[in-house]
């Protein structure tokens, strides 16, 4: 059983940035596949960015790229997200993810159905 526990949300102006951490409890992290979705109200969860366990494969939804950046440090657990630029369209929950049944191997976007422990969520808020 893996415990996430997200931190960084909060409210924000558009152009604004923020950086969400996600600090996951697991000798293993390395092993797992990391992803960061949001939610909004009345939508559905959305990928924004995922991460290999390597760190070397990244997948971010067309709607951050160029403004988002994920990244992990293996050596202190932990899955960052780094949101620059932020738009009113960015406020939601934000919820990282992790599995560990492809032993950190990302060969493509997985769905939030193919992630087995979730975080509780952290709001962020842009206003325009």
């Known amino acids: 059983q893996v415990q996430l526990v997200e931190s960084g949300g909060g409210l924000v102006q558009a152009g604004g940035s923020l950086r969400l951490s996600c600090a996951a409890s697991?000798?293993?992290?390395?092993?797992?596949?990391m992803g960061w979705f949001r939610q909004a109200p009345g939508k559905e969860r959305e990928s924004v960015a995922q991460i290999s366990g390597s760190g070397g494969n990244i997948y971010y939804a067309d709607s951050v790229k160029g403004r988002f950046t994920i990244s992990r440090d293996n050596a202190k657990n932990t899955v960052f997200l780094q949101m620059n630029s932020l738009k009113p369209e960015d406020t939601a929950v934000y919820y990282c993810?992790?599995?560990?049944?492809?032993?950190?191997?990302?060969?493509?976007?997985?769905?939030?159905?193919?992630?087995?422990?979730w975080g509780q969520g952290t709001q962020v808020t842009v206003s325009s």
């Open positions: 993810a992790a599995d560990s049944r492809f032993l950190g191997v990302l060969r493509t976007r997985l769905g939030p159905n193919e992630y087995g422990y």
């Open positions: 697991t000798r293993t992290f390395s092993t797992y596949v």
